[in-house]
């Protein structure tokens, strides 16, 4: 059975084919079921039913375009009502690999939802807490409240933490160290 990503990848490539039928037949392989997200889905089933309105490859290219325009758009919607990211954390975060970037966005998810200091350890006296504090978990991230807002600085994999352990126990990195404040 086809996947996600490889449904997307061959959207993409269909985009340098030229025969209608051929693109067509390709498309119909994939399941809408696939998509995880219901808008991609939703989009995906509109692609379906509007794939016939003209026999002509330039006009169903164009449809893909607008569908994976459409994907592109819901995989970077991301909408946390509580957190303020670090500029640090996002650029990290847009550069990661897709498996790290799901790990932290569950993690913010509960810091989201107020949840984050029950699963969550100070780091010293340093004010910002690491989420998760427990061993076996391979993404950390970084953050602290204040005045109701969660203020996310940065997240490491497990065996790269220990160097911002340190500048956190010597003060070197504080609350201050991070600024320019994004909303996602």
């Not at 809408?32 to 509109?46: C, Q």
């Not at 990661?96 to 100070?122: A, P, T, W, Y």
């Not at 061993?135 to 950390?140: A, G, T």
């Not at 010597?170 to 994004?182: A, D, F, L, M, Q």
Request: aromatic content about 14%; glycine content about 4%.
């Amino acid at each position: 059975m086809i996947t996600e990503e490889d449904a997307i990848k061959l959207l993409e490539e269909l985009l340098s084919f030229n025969d209608y039928s051929r693109i067509t037949n390709e498309i119909k392989r994939i399941k809408s079921d696939i998509f995880k997200n219901n808008n991609i889905k939703n989009y995906f089933n509109e692609l379906l039913a509007n794939m016939y309105n003209y026999q002509n490859a330039e006009y169903l290219k164009n449809l893909l375009r607008e569908f994976l325009s459409k994907v592109e758009e819901e995989k970077n919607k991301i909408i946390f009502k509580k957190c303020s990211f670090s500029d640090v954390f996002v650029a990290k975060l847009r550069n990661c690999q897709e498996i790290i970037r799901d790990k932290v966005l569950n993690k913010i998810e509960i810091i989201d939802s107020g949840n984050g200091k029950k699963q969550s350890k100070e780091i010293g006296k340093s004010g910002i807490y690491e989420i998760p504090h427990k061993v076996h978990y391979p993404i950390r991230v970084f953050w602290y409240e204040k005045e109701g807002i969660y203020y996310v600085v940065d997240f490491y994999h497990k065996n790269e933490v220990d160097p911002y352990y340190d500048k956190l126990s010597k003060r070197i990195v504080t609350r201050e160290s991070y600024g320019n404040w994004k909303y996602l």
